[in-house]
């Protein structure tokens, strides 16, 4: 229980640790950049086998030049996570040091990354029945999934969410604004209130919903035995490759649960368990238990889609990529969906007291309405 309670205080506490895990992760990524530079093993984008090559961008990237450049940027990034732990900075300096901090968090997290992110997040709980289990197939272990070269950009992604959330919190702390939850002294813009939320994130589900249509019907299309998007050459490849067609399949119906699971972000049983829930039936969904897993695939999916940008596109097999690069799109409007809940379900904050007041007279509301007999939204 002390141990719960600990992780949780510390978890609150990110606005205050997270400059120094970025500035300390720089510094270490950066080592390994170094000693690559010198001649060390281990260089995660240089020659490798077909069956191992990552779809990364700089898959192939030369170490003389590649090597050096993370050194430099990881020693910067150690210092820049450290002066924004502690120093609040001008307006221009301020600028500037945001500025280098979204732009190492965009380039870790979403630009470097390939589409083994959202892979990862989808056979993640596979990974963990594998290691006991073995993988099935003539792949030898979970090593054959989880080599070095795909390994090294989830550890680039972890170092991308960790400047997002450095940026994140610099950004509020010398805008005047609560480094917790984000709200400030001016009134908050109208499009944050629960009922404007509502109604654009209405329109973010069925994006994200609509995005994801062209890949899931393809896939389930092969499993089936029609080349849609593809040729019979092709199929017949996939038919021949044992679970090739299933995995698209299994990939493929992930995606439809996630959508449902995705309306409950615009719908009252997003909030409050629904009655087939029956262990938990009228209770409280926690926000995070909606809030995190979203935001993961959400960000997830942007490296695969621009990773298929990259892609050529062959004749006669535009199934193969057109859909992935879609996935843009689709994290983006997942992305947004995911905030309207968080804009509608945020209470008042426990460290500065803001949102007390629009608290209290949304619970008001939800009680003249619950007292008339009308369902109560999130």
């Not at 120094?20 to 000693?35: C, H, P």
């Not at 090559?53 to 030369?62: I, K, M, N, P, Q």
């Not at 994130?201 to 249509?213: E, K, M, P, T």
Request: hydrophobic share 50%; aromatic share 12%.
């Amino acid at each position: 229980m002390r141990t719960s309670r600990w992780i949780f205080r510390w978890w609150g506490a990110w606005p205050t640790w997270t400059g120094y895990a970025a500035a300390a992760w720089s510094l270490l990524y950066g080592a390994l950049g170094l000693f690559w530079a010198m001649g060390g093993s281990g260089y995660p984008f240089g020659p490798v086998d077909e069956d191992h090559l990552s779809g990364s961008v700089l898959e192939g990237a030369d170490v003389g030049v590649t090597a050096p450049a993370m050194a430099a940027v990881g020693a910067a990034g150690a210092v820049l996570g450290v002066v924004m732990a502690r120093g609040r900075g001008r307006p221009a300096l301020r600028n500037a040091l945001l500025g280098l901090a979204w732009a190492q968090a965009v380039t870790f997290a979403l630009v470097i990354p390939d589409y083994f992110l959202i892979a990862f997040v989808a056979l993640a709980p596979l990974l963990v029945v594998f290691a006991f289990t073995g993988v099935p197939g003539a792949q030898g272990g979970v090593g054959d999934i989880l080599y070095w070269h795909r390994v090294n950009l989830l550890v680039l992604f972890a170092g991308g969410v960790l400047w997002a959330a450095t940026a994140l919190a610099y950004q509020r702390r010398t805008g005047g604004a609560c480094v917790h939850c984000g709200r400030g002294d001016r009134p908050a813009a109208h499009w944050t209130s629960p009922g404007s939320a509502l109604r654009w994130g209405r329109w973010a589900v069925w994006a994200a919903c609509a995005a994801s249509l062209p890949y899931e019907v393809t896939r389930v299309a092969w499993y089936f035995g029609w080349p849609l998007g593809i040729t019979e050459d092709f199929e017949r490849m996939m038919q021949d490759t044992p679970g090739m067609l299933e995995a698209g399949l299994g990939f493929a119906i992930a995606s439809l649960l996630g959508g449902v699971l995705t309306h409950g972000l615009v719908h009252r049983w997003g909030a409050v368990y629904p009655r087939w829930i029956w262990f938990k039936a009228g209770k409280r969904v926690p926000p995070a238990l909606a809030i995190v897993p979203a935001s993961v695939v959400a960000v997830a999916l942007v490296p695969a889609g621009l990773m298929n940008l990259r892609v050529d596109l062959e004749p006669g097999l535009w199934a193969v990529s057109l859909p992935g690069v879609i996935f843009v799109a689709w994290g983006a409007a997942l992305g947004a969906a995911t905030l309207s809940y968080h804009l509608r379900r945020r209470g008042a904050c426990r460290r500065c007291g803001r949102g007390t007041a629009e608290r209290a007279g949304r619970d008001d509301r939800a009680g003249d309405e619950a007292g008339a007999g009308v369902a109560v939204g999130p």
